[in-house]
């Protein structure tokens, strides 16, 4: 298996870098537009303010992304701070996204008695 930091050419300007940190950009932007979708249907089905945010998923997702990263000749502290800084902006996003759902006639859950 090739590792993905072995598929990193060497660069000798700053237009070989930009290029492929465009190519790379490429294929990030739709996965990433896919993933937010994946917040949206979050939204919809935990439709609760307090779900959201779940520290133990957040772990859970850091430790996975931490070890992925080291099997591919990654930096673990930086795929964490990228990831962490993701799933920020990916809670922010569920928090807007049941808004809208709920603005649009998701109604809210019934509170358990």
Do not use: F
């Amino acid at each position: 298996m090739t590792r993905a930091i072995d598929k990193v050419p060497h660069c000798n300007t700053m237009a070989e870098v930009r290029a492929g940190v465009n190519a790379l950009d490429d294929l990030l932007v739709p996965l990433l537009v896919e993933r937010s979708g994946y917040m949206t249907q979050a939204a919809r089905v935990k439709n609760d303010e307090s779900l959201v945010r779940d520290e133990a998923r957040i772990e859970t997702i850091v430790q996975r992304v931490r070890a992925k990263a080291l099997a591919q000749g990654g930096d673990p502290a930086l795929i964490e701070r990228i990831y962490r800084a993701l799933m920020e902006c990916s809670i922010a996003y569920e928090h807007d996204e049941l808004a809208r759902l709920r603005a649009a006639g998701l109604a809210p859950k019934k509170e358990h008695a």
